[in-house]
Every structure is written in C-alpha cells, then in structure tokens.
C-alpha cells in the first residue's frame, strides 16, 4: 500500500477544517458543529468508502497462451467487476510499464464502475525481458471526493507470466572451441567420422567406392565395406551460476540481468546441441541438476525449462554452486569447463572458459 498526500487538496481540507473550528468557537449552534463534524468524518469516511471499494473489486487477468518468448505480440485481457453496494469513481490503473507494452491500456487510465457493474479491458501486450515476472496491471489508485489523499494497493489478482528468451547466436562468438573441443573423449550420437573405421558390413548401394575394403572382398568373394567411426567429442559441461534473489526483491536491474543470463545459456547450449556435440548443463532448478543436451529435442526440454526453472530452493544449493564454480580450476580433469554467471563481481568476467 502506498498513500500519497495531495498538498493542494490537504491546504484546503486544513484551511476548511480551521474555519470550522473558529466559526464554532465563537459562534456555536447547530449549524456551525455540523460543519465542524463534517470536516472531521471527511476523512475517515473516505477511507472506509475506499476500503469497502476495494474489498468488493474483483479482478482477472490472463493471454492466451501460458508461456510466451521475449518481444512477441500476445492478446491481454483484464476483467473487472464492483460486487459490492458503492459505486467505484475514477479509479486509476498503474501498469508495470517498466517490464510490458500494453498497447491499449495506459498507465494511470481511469475506470468507474456502477454497482455490481463488470468491465473487460483488451490489449495486445510483449513482454521486455526472459524470466518470470508478473505483468499486466499492478495496482489500482483511489483517491477521496475532495483529492485530499490517494491510496495505491496491489490489484487482488496478479498475473505472473513465462517468458522464453529469444534463439540467438549471442554465445558463438565466445564459444568458439574450434581448437580446443578435439578427437578424444565422448562420442557423437549422429556424426561419423569422415574416414572409415574398421568395422565391416555387406556392401550397399550407394557406399562410396573408397569405403570399400577389396582385400577381405576378395577373400570373401563379395563386397564389403568398411563402416565409418561415431565421431569422438571432448565432452564440455557448463557451469550456470544464477545469482540467488527473494522474490521479493527482484526489481528492474534483477529483470535486466536474468533476461541477459538466459538468453545466453540458451544460446550456449544450442550452441554446442545444434552441432551434435553432447554438452553438460549444471545449473540450479530448486537443487543442483544436470541435463545433457546432444541434441534438438533434448534443447527442447532445456529450452523449456530455462524461463522459471531456474531458480533456488534455499540459500544452501545457491552455496553448492558457488562452491563448484570456485573448485573447477583444480576439478576439471580434461574436460572443457564453460562457466557462466550471471551477477559476476569486480574483476570477474561473465564467461570462462576452462580447457
């Protein structure tokens, strides 16, 4: 709640009220205490008209769809209805402006409702920033007949939304481990190697002729072929350190940065998936989990995850993370470590490579 003084409206309440009591002190009579006594219920009267107002508002908001990706149009719906015996009066509507375009609806847009009257309220809407965030409208404003105060309270129903980063190429250019991701460790689940293996197989149609082994052909007395090798990939793993936030103090900065962070672990991953190379995701959902991506369908699963999955069940897992990005130096073994944060400190960079 917050409740805001209207100084014009409070010199005049305050010039009224002093008038009162002097008219009564000297003159007296009914007519100069009913003055007195109206200048003094104005306000508490205000207050309980704003609170039953506010105690029989309901309010709905919802888009078509549940989960969305940054910067895409959606439709956006409001309904609101007075269910009680008071007509509501210019009531104001404060949006979160600051994190979603409501094209139709504009902040601080007046709203008067007749007893038991319902409004719907339509919009397109896009979303700022990747994470999961509540949008829409935020608060309503109610300020008293004479404009002495305004209160702002939280609207009775919020909608909190998903929202997916965009698919970009942001990490490829730091990812770049041409040099370092080389022919020894885990192989790969669909690419072969360009120059055949020594597994063998009854020719077919269509095998290349230099596949083709013509010694044990000949000492077969048919054709043979010579079956390619699965590539073989250095296995790379990569470290997500979120940074650990209460829900209640994720403001605008805290936005800015979860929507960098996950759209470039999403790009880091589909990174490395789109090409075949299976890669270790770490990263904190409630607790420490892995996942493999290798390929579309398992980015997919990631992908779907990254907008509200990531987050902490208590201060404990943010500690565990903390402490494997710290240990990864001496830990690695000869794997390819990629650590990733997303609140790095003074003199931290917010991607390391470790190879």
């Known amino acids: ?55 029989f508002l309901r309010f709905y908001q919802e888009i078509e769809v549940h989960r969305i ?23 104001r509507l404060h949006t979160w402006d600051d994190r979603c375009h409501l094209y139709d609806i504009e902040n601080g847009q007046q709203v008067s409702l007749g007893i038991h009257e319902k409004k719907e309220l339509h919009s397109g809407i896009s979303c700022i920033y990747a994470g999961s965030y509540d949008i829409g ?26 929202v997916s980063p965009q698919i970009t190429d942001i990490a490829d250019e730091v990812l770049d481990l041409e040099n370092q991701v080389n022919s020894t460790g885990l192989k790969s689940r669909r690419l072969p190697e360009e120059t055949p293996g020594s597994d063998l197989r009854p020719y077919q149609p269509g095998d290349p ?10 000492r077969l007395s048919e054709l043979v072929t010579r079956v390619p ?48 190379i299976p890669v270790r995701l ?22 779907g995850t990254a907008a509200d999955g990531i987050f902490y069940y208590s201060e404990n897992e943010f500690d565990e993370m903390q402490k494997l990005a710290a240990d990864l130096r001496s830990t690695y073994d000869k794997d390819t470590w990629i650590l990733i944060r997303e609140d790095p400190g003074p003199g931290e960079d917010h991607c390391v490579i470790i190879a």
């Open 1 to 55: 709640m917050n409740l805001r003084i209207h100084p014009k409206g409070a010199a005049i309440y305050l010039f009224c009220l002093a008038a009162g009591v002097a008219f009564s002190s000297f003159y007296g009579g009914p007519v100069s205490f009913a003055w007195l006594y109206a200048c003094l219920l104005l306000l508490p009267l205000s207050a309980l008209y704003i609170l039953l107002n506010y105690h």
């Open 137 to 162: 409208i935020r608060k309503v404003a109610f300020t008293d007949p004479f404009s002495v105060f305004t209160v702002e309270l939280d609207v009775p129903y919020s909608f909190r939304a998903v």
């Open 69 to 91: 990706v940054r910067g895409e149009d959606h439709r956006y719906l409001a309904k609101i209805e007075n269910a009680g015996p008071l007509p509501i009066h210019k009531m």
């Open 229 to 276: 090798d699965k590539m073989e990939k250095r296995t790379v793993t990569i470290l997500m350190l979120a940074s650990f936030v209460p829900d209640k103090m994720q403001d605008l900065e805290f936005l800015k940065k979860r929507d960098f962070f996950l759209e470039f672990i999403v790009s880091a991953a589909w990174h490395f998936g789109r090409q075949g």
């Open 209 to 218: 002729l230099r596949a083709i082994n013509w010694k044990v052909s000949a």
């Open 282 to 303: 770490i990263y904190p959902a409630g607790k420490v989990t892995e996942s493999t991506v290798d390929s579309f369908e398992s980015f997919q699963d990631f992908y």
